[in-house]
């Protein structure tokens, strides 16, 4: 099949929310790394080595067939189930804040859960590629539901909701893509509200974070605050912002601000503008990646694509939502813009390969 041009404006925007997001990793981060780590730079040296290996990924995969992937996505699945199951093992998954989500030693950490999105898009690629009922309810959407189970329940164990809610947006988006019948899908996700409606009642805090949700300012100083910081950061910054490395809010009022908050102090140092900026980012990104879904030469490559695409794209809402209160807290980062290795790392790589699937796109 002929090689053409690699999707450019996919490939531009993912470069411009990577270095974006490498400056607002410095800018957030340089108070808390000065004064907990005694080098302003910590964060932005490590997020520049992932991204510098995440590079090497992303162009080193859009330049290899996505077809070779065929042959190794049920052994990356497999490793990937070994290792969720391995974070959880007392003593060798790494416990950060009561939660057992890494594994690694010292702050080189690897998330085994980040690993998971991508191996399980090349897993239902593959499956639903070949699979010829694919209308049954049994082979259609039951068989690929246990799988999801499976490891969606490891992750959830971690305890990561987040992630879990992330992973199963993204099959959902490839059942669909892949012609279902869409009322059992219907039906299927319906089902997931009250499923997780229980995950968060029997979890306490989750329920905190449900309810702070509802209404932050009953508990300003506890489980609403992080909702009520992220606020003040996003309404502070106006319609231009504060200026870019100027903002208030990182010194130590909002939590987790290189990370799952990111987009708070960006709407602070850059204002309307500058978030609006990086969601129609993600728009293009989103909007180029279903387009190569389009116009890929065969079924695997549409669902490969369609998947990476909602991997993504459905991180992205999820955190979006999130900062700006529209939905409770489930620490999700923003892709490609958060400081984590795991996340980037695995982002990247599967841009990698919905390039390549660009590169042998039918001619229109």
Do not use: C
């Amino acid at each position: 099949m002929p090689r053409r041009a690699m999707d450019h404006p996919l490939l531009a925007a993912v470069l411009v929310l990577l270095g974006f997001g490498i400056v607002m990793v410095f800018s957030a981060s340089s108070v808390e790394a000065s004064v907990v780590n005694h080098n302003p730079f910590y964060y932005l040296e490590r997020q520049m080595i992932w991204a510098g290996l995440g590079l090497v990924l992303l162009f080193g995969l859009a330049r290899i067939d996505y077809h070779l992937l065929l042959r190794y996505a049920e052994p990356i699945a497999w490793g990937t189930f070994a290792l969720l199951v391995l974070v959880l093992v007392p003593h060798i998954g790494k416990d950060i804040n009561g939660a057992r989500r890494w594994l690694g030693f010292g702050s080189l950490l690897f998330q085994p859960s980040e690993m998971a999105k991508f191996s399980l898009v090349l897993l239902f690629a593959k499956r639903l590629a070949t699979e010829r009922r694919i209308r049954s309810f049994t082979h259609g959407i039951l068989a690929p539901l246990g799988i999801l189970a499976v490891i969606a329940g490891l992750i959830v164990r971690e305890p990561d909701l987040g992630t879990a809610l992330a992973l199963t947006g993204t099959v959902m988006a490839m059942l669909f893509t892949a012609g279902v019948n869409g009322v059992q899908l219907g039906g299927v996700i319906a089902s997931f509200i009250p499923l997780v409606g229980v995950l968060i009642a029997i979890a306490p805090y989750r329920m905190q974070r449900f309810l702070a949700f509802l209404d932050p300012s009953k508990d300003p100083l506890g489980s609403g605050y992080h909702i009520i910081q992220s606020l003040y950061a996003l309404g502070s910054g106006g319609l231009f912002g504060v200026g870019l490395g100027q903002g208030a809010l990182k010194y130590f009022y909002l939590p987790e601000q290189h990370t799952d908050f990111i987009f708070a102090i960006v709407g602070e140092e850059l204002g309307l503008i500058g978030a609006a900026v990086v969601i129609a980012l993600f728009f293009l990104l989103t909007v180029r990646g279903l387009r190569v879904a389009m116009l890929a030469p065969d079924r695997f490559g549409a669902l490969l694509a369609t998947g990476i695409t909602a991997m993504i794209a459905v991180q992205a809402l999820l955190n979006i939502a999130v900062v700006t209160a529209s939905m409770p807290i489930t620490g999700v980062p923003l892709p490609l813009i958060s400081y984590g290795g795991s996340s980037l790392l695995f982002a990247l790589a599967g841009v990698g390969v919905l390039l390549n699937v660009s590169r042998q796109r039918v001619a229109v």
